[in-house]
């Protein structure tokens, strides 16, 4: 089954680090628009981090105020999310997955709603929680 698997939450203290990992199981990244999303309790999924996998192109939620890095390693199949200067705001369900579509951008991905990524590839997500 085509799935992405996100590993490298859990618990991080306010101004710490996380580096969260995504890795599809059973094709590559080749000439996809990859992209993290969140969900917080009682909150929608929104957009965290895009990228193309091919251009390396990059687009970020606005509010992150450039504290997150996501890049991506062609050799290893592996889109990365680095999170910076982490906050109570940032604790979330963390997942990833793939533009819906070919032509997909990571502008549409990350801004244009549902029907730009493929919600039916996402994994079982990672937890990031943030407490002293």
């Known amino acids: 089954q085509f799935k992405f698997v996100e590993s490298g939450g859990g618990l991080v203290q306010p101004g710490g680090s996380l580096r969260l990992s995504c890795v599809p199981s059973?094709?590559?990244?080749?000439?996809?628009?990859i992209g993290w999303f969140r969900q917080a309790p009682g909150r929608p999924h929104e957009a965290v981090a895009c990228?193309?996998?091919?251009?390396?192109?990059?687009y970020y939620r606005d509010s992150l105020g450039g504290r997150f890095a996501i890049s991506r390693d062609m050799a290893k199949n592996t889109v990365t999310l680095q999170m910076n200067k982490v906050n109570p705001s940032d604790a979330a369900v963390y997942y990833c997955?793939?533009?819906?579509?070919?032509?997909?951008?990571?502008?549409?991905?990350?801004?244009?709603?549902?029907?730009?990524?493929?919600?039916?590839?996402w994994g079982e997500g990672t937890q990031v929680t943030v407490s002293s």
């Open positions: 997955t793939a533009g819906a579509f070919r032509a997909t951008t990571v502008q549409s991905m990350c801004t244009g709603g549902e029907r730009h990524y493929a919600k039916d590839l």
């Open positions: 059973g094709f590559t990244l080749d000439y996809s628009v």
């Open positions: 990228i193309n996998s091919n251009t390396g192109r990059t």
